[in-house]
């Protein structure tokens, strides 16, 4: 598999998925959060607010115990985190060697026998293997254990406050609140340097999928795999294609990884609709935000600092259309508080002259001059680096 980059030319036709479907049954919620057309423009009508893996990720050796509550790209943490006003759950997406798309952020799963611990690639299971981790839908039956390895090197159990089993992309399209929308994350080992033919089939057996489930339910499309961001993009034009990167927060041998210029041109040359930035990356190099808007794409982002109200806020006043969060209940609450519809704005004025809620405490949220806003965005750059 690992044998030589992928050159995007003439792409084979799917066989199994309509190449252009009809718009129309995706009329009602996708207009809603996301408006596309067939000549391929696009826009985001709102600041989205983005589940990160559902309720959020788990960070087990966090002190935070909100980092452990829910089993991450779950069923139980999709639908827990649908209860929120937030648009979309962002997951990962991989598929097994016998074709099944499964839902799972790691690119090796690990386990523990009688003391000895066990790592296996998700692409090199089957199915029926998979889902043999973790807690198990089948009453009495036991799942083997699951381990994980932390940035440092460490193997913790994955404990968390609610568990749930493994999934695939099939049963989160059935089981998860219709409403809410799904960015799918094509997940690819950085390490690996794909052919093109393995990058169609596992796209392929993905697209089968969403066209057979999706129904009206939005769906954004994302990656970290420049080429497979492309091909998907070509392979299908329902649905818009983000290009996932670092933004010069980390560097990979692949240059086309490196910043959001880079990414910029990945998206102009492959007809992509976006980029999801780590945030990061946006608030070192802020300037790139208008050369983004120029290009006519939309930019959302990723990583801890979206976890900070202030931060989200500021993104918004930057033009940013959205964020991916782990902290989904306090964002959504912020989000709604700081960017509130105008009706919403006028009926409350109306309603209490004096600046206070009902609950007798004033309401307020950051206001920033375009002066004190160019000030911000120079000094964020700063305050990043150290």
Known sequence: MALKAVHVSDVPSLDQVPESPSLTRFSTSFSSCLEMNKSASFRIPKFLVVGHRGHGMNVLQSSDKRMQAIKENSIASFNSSAKYPLDFIEFDVQVTKDGWPVIFHDDVILSEDNGTIFEKRITELSLSEFLSYGPQREQGKIGKSLLRKTKDGKILHWNVEIDDSLCTLQEAFQQVDPNVGFNV???????????????????????????????????????????????????????????????????????????????????????????????????????????????????????????????????????????????VQEITEAVYDMIKPAKVVEKEDNKSLNGEGEDGEVKTKPQFSQRELSFLLKLIPELIHH
């Open 185 to 327: 994350e094509l997940k690819f080992d950085d390490h690996i340097v794909y052919e093109q033919d393995y990058l169609i089939r596992v796209i392929q057996a993905i697209l089968k999928i969403v066209f057979e489930f999706a129904e009206n339910r939005p769906i954004i499309f994302s990656t970290f795999q420049p080429d497979a961001a492309v091909l998907i993009r070509k392979l299908q034009s329902t649905y818009p294609v983000f290009f996932l990167t670092n933004g010069g927060t980390e560097i990979f041998y692949d240059v086309r990884r490196n910043s959001l210029e880079e990414a910029v041109k990945v998206c102009l040359e492959g007809g992509l609709q976006g980029i999801v930035s780590e945030v990061k990356g946006v608030f070192r190099n802020p300037g790139a935000v208008t050369k983004i808007k120029e290009s006519k794409l939309s930019l959302l982002t990723y990583g801890r600092l979206n976890n900070v109200a202030e931060a989200v806020y500021m993104q918004h006043l930057m033009g940013i259309d959205g964020v991916i969060v782990d902290l």
